[in-house]
């Protein structure tokens, strides 16, 4: 069984930032893929950020130069670092993670991840 625990939402201006965190409980596997997703109310969901563990990465256009993906394999984290938010930067975000396997890079479809953790809340105001 595995656990995922986010952390680190929080409201801020446009232009700050933020850290996330997603801890993850459980087995640990040599390969998979680990995801941040993101929801606003009336949206649908979408892939963030993607971190396979040979370390290749992908994000969203409307993420690439302010998000950063990366993992600490020791604390068994995920974080997603977060600058120049914006108000369109506004949702629920969660970590994923998918079964063992070896994507290369990861999906950016959130259908592929098994694990999913509560999601933690990140509202920016202009």
């Known amino acids: 069984q595995v656990t995922l625990v986010e952390s680190g939402g929080d409201s801020v201006q446009a232009g700050g930032s933020l850290r996330l965190s997603c801890v993850v409980y459980g087995l640990m596997y040599n390969r998979y893929c680990m995801g941040w997703f993101r929801q606003a109310p009336g949206k649908e969901r979408e892939g963030v950020a993607t971190?396979?563990?040979?370390?290749?990465?992908t994000y969203a256009d409307s993420v690439k130069g302010r998000f950063t993906i990366s993992k600490d394999n020791v604390a068994a984290t995920l974080y997603l670092q977060m600058n120049n938010l914006k108000p369109e930067d506004t949702a629920m975000y969660y970590c994923a993670r998918t079964t063992p396997g070896l994507w290369s890079p990861c999906p950016s479809d959130g259908g592929t991840y098994t694990y999913w953790g509560q999601g933690t809340q990140v509202t920016v105001s202009s």
């Open positions: 971190l396979n563990t040979g370390g290749i990465t």
